[in-house]
């Protein structure tokens, strides 16, 4: 076997099964035994070739989608359409960005919308970039096996973080392994099946006019009730392009046509924006493929990741997360987060659900429990941080801990406000600096005190320090790795190039680590 540049272990070409099988068991892999697959088979007795790690430069999620596609211009088509993936490695799709783009060039897979992180964002330049060669096909039915299969845990309880008088609801979620084989270590995440709100269900099965009784066959040809699918089975919230391309075919008014098509390759300015199924329904009323149809042609519920807030040295049993609550408003709707408002609001203590342990992709604790370690992780990015306090105190880790924290309001949104206090008077917190946007006229984020403190945070960094951040790849994690390039610069006397060079070798060395999202 040969290994992808995370470590995980990739089947050769020359192996003894189809090219199909090969890229199913190269997914199972990246899901099963993440960064530490090597290791495993090792001990096993199975030979691994490690490969020199190869130069993708564009697998940075913090990099816009032009500037990544640029990076890979000229590459191999395989690398070019991993270019355009998240770049997060998350193992939603099933595959590693590397593998689902391999799969998507050798044509084993010809699903383009499972990179959930990238969108639509990345189903349109997939589309673009591989033209006719794959057909934007729905079925999905591989991905539940490429996963860690599922075990039943026991959901314990959950409880708001947030003050009274904040507009913010981040819920502390417990969780009960129940006897099962899960094991985590720090640094890796959960993945929880969860169902639909039964309000929006309810409302889709009444627009379409038909008993939520009445039976239909899925994408995976199991037979549902038509309520039971779009609860627990079917995403509802995302309709794939193929299903907007499918109602595009079937309306009966010209202009609703066009305009279901335009949504479908990504056309701005047409109404409605991010439609869900139930926004497409009701704008478009002479689009309505046959029932049995439209059921078959929608994508699979896909299980949520979060990152784990909890150490099994400390909760032996259990896992904790970190889960920010989404509502919002939409095309005139009251909009719910999926899995977010399930585990806040309609998930019963003491029920039971499917999860899965997500193994890290090189989101790790350095070996050495001396080395001093940075934690930038502003919102519900301080959950795996939490974990890795806990995990330091737990080994008796001697080395130097700093955390950045970040949210609006002090008073209202200080998440584990008293552990953290008390780990910094006992010692644990070495630092602990702390920015809330809203409590001064000026706004203040996590990147602001890097630079305030830029001196100390090169002198971590020189002392052989390794640095983390946690949270949105977007906005923050940008901000905080532009922050950490200048602090290099100002603090190394270097230019931009060459201290834009240095925090590169702090990645490649495995001292500066994401897991964002």
Known sequence: MTTAMTGVPLLPETAPCSPTQRAWLNGFFAGLLGAEGSQLLASAGTQVAVAEPEDLPWHDPTLPMDERLKLAAGRPRARVLMAAMAQLDCGQC???????????????????????????????????????????????????????????????????????????????????????????????????????????????????????????????????????ALGTALDIGRPSDAVVELMAAHATDADEARRLRAIAIGEDGVAPVDPDLLDLLLAFPSARPPIAVLVRALSPLQPRLYSIASSPKVHAGEVHLTVAVVRYERNGRRRKG????????????????????????????????????????????????????????????????????????????????????????????????????????????????????????????????????????????????QALIDVVAAQGAMTATDAKAWVAGLARDKRYQRDVY
């Open 94 to 228: 099933g595959y590693l960005c590397q593998t689902y783009a391999e799969a998507l060039a050798g044509g084993q897979e010809t699903n383009l919308s499972l990179c959930v992180p990238g969108s639509k964002d990345t189903t349109r330049a997939l589309r673009r970039l591989l033209g006719d060669a794959v057909p934007a096909s729905t079925a999905s039915a591989p991905i539940a096996a490429r996963r860690a299969p599922a075990e039943a845990v026991r959901f314990e309880a959950n409880r708001r973080l947030n003050g009274e008088g904040s507009d913010k609801d981040t819920r502390h979620v417990v969780f009960h392994l129940n006897g099962s084989k899960l094991a985590y270590e720090v640094g890796d995440s959960f993945g929880v099946h969860v169902a639909n709100c039964t309000d929006f269900v309810q409302a889709v099965v009444a627009t379409l006019g038909v008993p939520g009784s009445r039976e239909f066959d899925c994408f995976d040809g199991n037979r549902r009730r038509l309520d039971t």
């Open 338 to 481: 999926v899995a977010s408002t399930f585990l806040a609001e309609r998930v019963q203590p003491q029920g039971e659900l499917g999860a899965f342990v997500q193994a890290s992709h090189g989101f790790r604790l350095p070996k050495d429990p001396a080395a001093p370690v940075v934690m930038i992780g502003p919102g519900t990015g301080i959950a795996p941080f939490r974990a890795f306090l806990a995990e330091r105190r737990a080994v008796g880790a001697g080395g130097r801990n700093w955390l950045f924290f970040g949210d609006r309001h002090r008073d209202h949104d200080f998440l584990y406000r008293d552990e953290m206090m008390e780990w910094q008077a006992d010692g644990l917190l070495t630092r602990l600096d702390t920015a809330f946007s809203r409590n001064q006229r000026d706004k203040i984020y996590v990147q602001h005190r890097m630079r305030e403190n830029g001196a100390e945070l090169w002198s971590w960094l020189q002392d052989g320090a390794y640095l983390y951040v946690c949270g949105d790849a977007k906005r923050m994690a940008r901000d905080v790795d």
